[in-house]
C-alpha cells in the first residue's frame, strides 16, 4: 500500500541519546523533496525529480565497512578484508559521539521494514541528518501504513550522519567515513559518507547475516519477476551486469530489483519497497519503464543538467555511479505483494569485457555452484582510476561486500534450492562480443531481452533439444539456434572472426577463473570442482 500521509504520531529520540532534537517523524516524499530544495541541498530536476549530490562518496567504500565482534558473531562472521572486525566497546564511544553530534540539530526520523513476506518482516527506524536521505529511505524500505504506525515497535536503528567526521586514530576506523553493524545492539550506524547506498546495503547485510543463520531462508542479491503463469525467474548480477534492466519487463511482474529472500516454502520476497537504478546511458527507447519511473518521488544522485534542468544521462563527469531511487510502485507492472512462488529459472548476469563468454548458455548444478560462487563480471578502462584494458572482477555470491557468512554457506543453499525446484541456470554476458572491450562492441540489449525470453517461455529449449555445442573452455551448453536472435550472434569465437585470438584470451580468463577459486577449493565438493573451466 502506498502511504503518503504524514503521521500525527510523535517520538522522541533520548533514548537513543540524542537530546534537544527537533524530530521531524515520517515527513512524507513531498515534504522531503521540498524540505531538501529549502535548505539549498538539491533541485527538482525537469521530471519533477530531485536531483541531489552525495558530496565526497558517490558509490559505497568497501574497506570503510565493519561488523562488531561479539558473542553473536565472533564464531559466525567470514572474518577478513570483506568483513572487518570492529571492537563493541570502540563501536559504543563512536555512537555516543554520533549521537552527541546530532543533538540540538533538526533530524528526519522514518519508521518501515524490510521483507515484503510478513513471517520475516524486519522493523526498522531510520534517524537521518539530511531530508534527501530520509526520502531515500522511504523510497527503498516498505511503507507501514499509519494503523501500523500506532503500535509500530523497531527492532532494527540505522543512525545515518554524513556530516560527522570519525577521527581514525580514536575511533577505530580506518578514515574519517564509516558503516557498522552491531548484531547486538541492531544498530547500523553510518558517518561521513553522504551515499545513500550505505543505508540500504546496511540492512541488506544485516538480513544477509539474520535469514540464513536464523530463519533457514537464502538471502540473495538479485532482482526477480514473475510471468503471467506464474513462474517466477532470478537475476543475480553485479553492478552494471543489466539485473535491474533486465527484470524490468513489460510482460513480465516485478518482484524487486536488487533484494530478495528464498524461502523454505519456495517463495521468493522483496526485501525492499522501491529500486535503486544506474542512470548512465539511459534513454526511454532502451529501458523505458525506469525512465519513466524518474519523476516527482525519485531521487536522482550525482547526475549534471542543463540550465533548463533537464539530466545529460551521458555525463559522468561527477561519476560513472549516476543513480535514481523510486518506490516500486512508479513502475507499472509490479507484483503486489511483492512475493513470488514456483522459481523455474535463475540468470547468472556477467558483462565479460574479454568478449569471450556466450551470450547465454545453460549451466550443470556444479557449475552453477562454481560460478555463484566466483561472481563474476569484468572492470573496463575508465571505471577506475589506472584500469586501462579489461580486468576481470570476483564477487562471491555476486555480492561478497555484503555477505556476513562464508560463500560457501550461501552456495549450498541455492545449490539445495535449485535442486529442491527443479530450476534451470543460465549464465547470461550482457559483456561485450566480437572482440574484447576497445574491439568489439557491447552486446544488443534487445537480443539478450529475446535469449532470457525464449529461456523463459521453453522456446530456446525446444529449439536446441540435444544439439547444445559444449565451449571448450568453459564446458557450459551454448544454444546453436535462438529465437529472435541471429545465429551468428550466438557463438562468440564466430563473432570474433579470429580463432587464435579468441582462444587465448578464453584461456586467458579461464586462468583468472582457477585463481580466483582458489581460496574456495577446500570448502567445495567434487561437483563444484568439476564446474571449473579448462585450461588449454
Keep these: 500500500m502506498v502511504n503518503h500521509t504524514q503521521s500525527t504520531k510523535t517520538i522522541s529520540l533520548e533514548h537513543y541519546g540524542i537530546k534537544n532534537a527537533n524530530v521531524q517523524y515520517q515527513l512524507t516524499p513531498d515534504q522531503l523533496h521540498d ?13 519533477g525529480a530531485l536531483a541531489v549530490n552525495t558530496g565526497e562518496f558517490t558509490g559505497r567504500s568497501p574497506m570503510d565497512r565493519f561488523i562488531v565482534k561479539d558473542d553473536i ?32 540539530k533538526e533530524v528526519f526520523v522514518r519508521d518501515s521494514y524490510a521483507c515484503a513476506d510478513d513471517d520475516y518482516k524486519l522493523n526498522i527506524r531510520v534517524i537521518n541528518e539530511y531530508p534527501w536521505s530520509n526520502m531515500f529511505a522511504s523510497n527503498m524500505f516498505l511503507r507501514p501504513t499509519e494503523d501500523e504506525l500506532k503500535d509500530f515497535a523497531p527492532e532494527w536503528t540505522i543512525v545515518n550522519a554524513p556530516g560527522f567526521m570519525a577521527n581514525a586514530e580514536e575511533d577505530g576506523t580506518r578514515q574519517h567515513n564509516f558503516a557498522i553493524l552491531d548484531f547486538t545492539r541492531k544498530i547500523a550506524l553510518i558517518g561521513g559518507t553522504g551515499y545513500t547506498g550505505e543505508i540500504k546495503k546496511g540492512i541488506f547485510s544485516a538480513l544477509n547475516f539474520i535469514l540464513p543463520v536464523f530463519k533457514n531462508t537464502l538471502p540473495m542479491h538479485c532482482s526477480a519477476n514473475v510471468g503471467k503463469d506464474g513462474d517466477t525467474a532470478i537475476f543475480f548480477g553485479l553492478s552494471g551486469t543489466g539485473k535491474t534492466t533486465l527484470s524490468t519487463d513489460p510482460d513480465r511482474s516485478l518482484i524487486g530489483d536488487d533484494e530478495h529472500g528464498w524461502t523454505s516454502e519456495n517463495t521468493v520476497f522483496n526485501f525492499e519497497g522501491g529500486c535503486y537504478a544506474k542512470v548512465i546511458n539511459l534513454s526511454a527507447e532502451q529501458e523505458p519503464e525506469i525512465y519513466g519511473a524518474i519523476k516527482k518521488g525519485a531521487i536522482l544522485e550525482n547526475v549534471i543538467m542543463n540550465d533548463a534542468k533537464e539530466v545529460d544521462f551521458a555525463d559522468v563527469s561527477i561519476t560513472q555511479n549516476t543513480r535514481v531511487s523510486y518506490p516500486i510502485h512508479h513502475i507499472e507492472n509490479i507484483k503486489v505483494p511483492s512475493i513470488g512462488k514456483n522459481p523455474k529459472n535463475i540468470f547468472f548476469l556477467t558483462a565479460d569485457a574479454f568478449g569471450v563468454l556466450p551470450p547465454i548458455s545453460k549451466l550443470t548444478p556444479g557449475q552453477a555452484a562454481y560460478h555463484f560462487i566466483s561472481g563474476y563480471t569484468a572492470k573496463v578502462a575508465g571505471t577506475e582510476a589506472g584500469i586501462t584494458e579489461p580486468v576481470p572482477s570476483f564477487s562471491a555470491c555476486f555480492g561478497a561486500p555484503f555477505m556476513p557468512l562464508h560463500p560457501t554457506k550461501y552456495a549450498e543453499m541455492l545449490s539445495k534450492k535449485m535442486q529442491e525446484a527443479g530450476v534451470t541456470v543460465w549464465l547470461v554476458n550482457t559483456g561485450w562480443t566480437g572482440g574484447p572491450y576497445g574491439v568489439g562492441s557491447r552486446m544488443k540489449l534487445k537480443y539478450t531481452r529475446a535469449m532470457i525470453t525464449a529461456a523463459m517461455d521453453g522456446s530456446l529449449e525446444e529449439a536446441n533439444k540435444g544439439n547444445y555445442h559444449i565451449h571448450s573452455v568453459f564446458k557450459v551448453e551454448q544454444p546453436r539456434t535462438c529465437p529472435n536472435v541471429p545465429t551468428e550472434v550466438l557463438s562468440p569465437r564466430k563473432t570474433w572472426n579470429n580463432d587464435e585470438g579468441y582462444y587465448n584470451t578464453a584461456d586467458k580468463l579461464a586462468v583468472s577463473f582457477k585463481k580466483n577459486f582458489k581460496q574456495f577449493e577446500d570448502n567445495a565438493n567434487d561437483d563444484i570442482l568439476a564446474g571449473a573451466p579448462n585450461v588449454r
Design 35 to 47: 524540505t531538501t530544495i529549502a535548505k539549498g541541498q538539491g533541485v527538482e530536476a525537469s521530471s
Design 73 to 104: 558473531t565472533k564464531d559466525r562472521i567470514w572474518w577478513g578484508d570483506i568483513n572487518i572486525p570492529f571492537d563493541a566497546d570502540k563501536f559504543q564511544k563512536l555512537y555516543d559521539k554520533v549521537t552527541a553530534y546530532l543533538s540540538n
